[in-house]
């Protein structure tokens, strides 16, 4: 049996609790409706539409003149539709009722795991948004990434929603593509393979998804560039099946520092930042059978870091 596509969300639609919906027998204007099925007296129906608290047909409306359809559902909400998600750092890339994949730039964590800013953190500006529309609303990590790097984050909007990708993020992943730019010696200049372990004392237990058995992570890297000097390169690696892992790990453990990490000793400093951007994410919803896909260009300064080799090598 076919899978019926995840409807995806419009900016528009009203996602705060519905306080009473009916549909008409015969087409009548907006107001006439309202008025017959709640009640209301004319000026308190036309008080609620203009509102912008009613939908029909999911999409908010405001005209009180509008001609309904026998069959369209005319929905009230308890609360007018809020104002689309912006934010300078993060966007909302895909959504539908049960999860929500955002892209954040670097200058912003997924949570508040320094305990330093708590309210600027995507996990918190993002449950904000949807408390706007509905106080009861909540937001679920399933993936994360540092301050200092950018890429796609997906949230779960239940606990079902969460648990039921999360049991299955092995197999619905099926590519996460990181554009990085690295310090040391490759192996080979042709494609080759990265492994390291994961274990429950690593980024996953700062997560708090910690898992109960080390795994062992592989990332399939593919050389694009290096530098004059030779000591820099632009690479993509690509991970499959792990939830929450650290790049920085699985190229630290193999002796190649990321540009800017200073936590595994490069020797280059970028405020707030290193250079590893996630430029893929395709993953297989799991309640609707839905492959998403979602990409973004490799950050155009990064082949310019390269730069950065030739004038400490002085060549």
Do not use: C
């Not at 820099?232 to 920085?248: C, F, N, Q, T, W």
């Amino acid at each position: 049996m076919s899978r019926k596509p995840a409807r995806r969300l419009s900016s528009s639609v009203n996602t705060s609790p519905v306080q009473e919906s009916y549909s008409p027998e015969e087409p009548q204007a907006l107001l006439d409706l309202i008025m017959a099925k709640s009640g209301r007296s004319r000026t308190a129906a036309k008080r609620l539409v203009a509102s912008g608290r009613v939908s029909v047909a999911e999409e908010p409306t405001t005209m009180a003149t509008l001609m309904v359809e026998p069959g369209t559902t005319v929905t009230v909400h308890r609360l007018a539709p809020v104002a689309p998600f912006s934010h300078h750092l993060i966007s909302i890339e895909w959504e539908d009722e049960e999860y929500v994949v955002v892209y954040k730039k670097t200058g912003i964590p997924t949570v508040n795991t320094a305990h330093k800013d708590p309210h600027n953190t995507v996990m918190y500006i993002l449950s904000r948004h949807y408390k706007k529309s509905n106080p009861a609303a909540k937001l679920f990590m399933l993936s994360r990434l540092d301050k200092s790097s950018a890429g796609f984050v997906v949230f779960a909007k239940t606990t079902e929603a969460k648990e039921r990708l999360a049991r299955r993020w092995s197999s619905a992943v099926h590519h996460q593509r990181y554009a990085l730019v690295v310090e040391g010696t490759l192996p080979t200049t042709e494609a080759f393979e990265l492994t390291s372990v994961s274990t429950p004392g690593d980024e996953e237990k700062r997560g708090r998804t910690a898992t109960r058995t080390e795994t062992v992570v592989r990332a399939e890297v593919q050389p694009l560039t290096s530098s004059a000097g030779g000591n820099l390169h632009l690479v993509e690696a690509d991970v499959v099946g792990s939830r929450i892992y650290s790049m920085r790990k699985i190229f630290g453990d193999n002796k190649l520092r990321i540009f800017g990490d200073i936590r595994y000793h490069s020797r280059f400093y970028a405020r707030d930042q290193i250079a590893l951007a996630q430029t893929e994410l395709e993953l297989m919803m799991p309640h609707t059978g839905e492959t998403v896909r979602l990409r973004r260009p490799i950050p155009s300064h990064f082949r310019l870091l390269l730069a950065q080799d030739k004038r400490e090598t002085g060549e």
